[in-house]
DNA sequence: CCTACCGATCGGTAGG
DNA sequence: CCTACCGATCGGTAGG
């Protein structure tokens, strides 16, 4: 599936590439263009700034992971059905945008004010979700856990290293990722 | 316990922090003397340039992982003994050293060579010892996993998260954090 | 999309 | 540890 893409997208997809590698701030708009072959200066008819560029990806993927999460929830389903199905959605957008991905997880922290603020508020967001659904399932004697904000974060790393990793023609497919991950991940989560 | 530090200790203790803060190549030599209260040039009195700093930090952490870990490790004990064993040592030294385990973490790739690849060469061994683990726990039937390599990370990845939420003076101490994260990770490899 | 350029800042050195 | 400074590079703009 090729895809003609825009002069701007080929911006922000480069532009992820090399965040991803080098780091934002490591990151030059004549690295950008140089990649491009383009002149530094002629990025700017495109685009306002090199943060635009971080800010376009970094909510682009908070979307795209809230979305994922959303489609898949079923409040009536039991509480390991329900972590077991985000789980997987999560672990998807993460196979299906690595480079993204990775932009996404670590360089946040160079959006400036009201940006940064707001991502945090929308990752915060993100995990009451998880949250909620562990609250839920040890309500009901599902779940057995010391505390809901600490298994989060635990199982949300234990998902978000899957960039650095996966290839899409590796051994494992992404559904098989997901499964291996929720299964590890959900055990410790019923602990007797 | 209050312990007096050599200057090159003090300079790099506060770039720990800052290129915990803000990322290495967003933490300029200015930024660094400001926060010490000295000129910039000064500061190279005491190092030769920016990068040693970061030198010293991943491999003084890198050290203290390995130490960590070698101390605790007992051949003749079960799997599940050892890798609850290198779990609890591996969160002692990711709580014992916040700051510089963020820096470790995610500042590494800024290395120049040869000393990001002996990084990696050392962070490989470091992985392989708990791979080396799963692997008997595999051997014996006391783990059931699709991949040793896969575990270790999501394990490790499930560890390395504690820097940006341990507080010392939190409602849980290194100890208990270490105990719940261990039968938390370690139940998902227990799977039948 | 380019040439030509701006002021600011970078890591680092010389010399005391 | 400071003053004074270096060449290089930064993000970005003017004007076409």
């Known amino acids: 599936m090729e895809v003609t893409l825009s002069r701007k997208e080929q911006i922000e997809k480069t532009a992820t590439a090399l965040f991803r590698k080098r780091g934002f701030s490591a990151t030059s708009m004549r690295d950008l263009a140089n990649e491009l072959g383009i002149e530094a ?3 700017y008819s495109h685009i306002r700034s090199k943060e635009e560029i971080l800010q376009r990806v970094c909510f682009r993927m908070a979307n795209e992971f809230f979305e994922a999460i959303d489609k898949v929830d079923d409040p009536e389903a039991t509480a390991s059905a329900r ?6 959605a999560h672990v998807q957008v993460l196979t299906k945008n690595t480079e993204a991905s990775a932009v ?6 160079h959006l400036s004010e009201p940006y940064h603020a707001e991502f945090l508020t929308l990752r915060d967001r993100y995990e009451k979700h998880f949250r909620e659904i562990i609250k839920a399932g040890i309500s009901i004697g599902e779940f057995k856990v010391p505390d809901e904000k600490f ?3 635990t199982i949300l790393s234990g ?8 290839k899409p023609d590796g051994k494992m497919n992404a559904e098989e990722i997901a499964a ?5 991940l959900l ?4 602990q007797t």
């Open 151 to 153: 298994a989060v974060l």
């Open 41 to 43: 200066a002629s990025i």
């Open 159 to 166: 998902l978000n290293w899957i960039h650095t990793w996966y």
């Open 187 to 190: 055990n410790g989560l019923k």
């Open 104 to 109: 996404f997880l670590y360089e946040w922290r």
């Open 83 to 88: 972590l077991q199905a985000a789980i997987t």
């Open 180 to 184: 291996n991950l929720a299964t590890m």
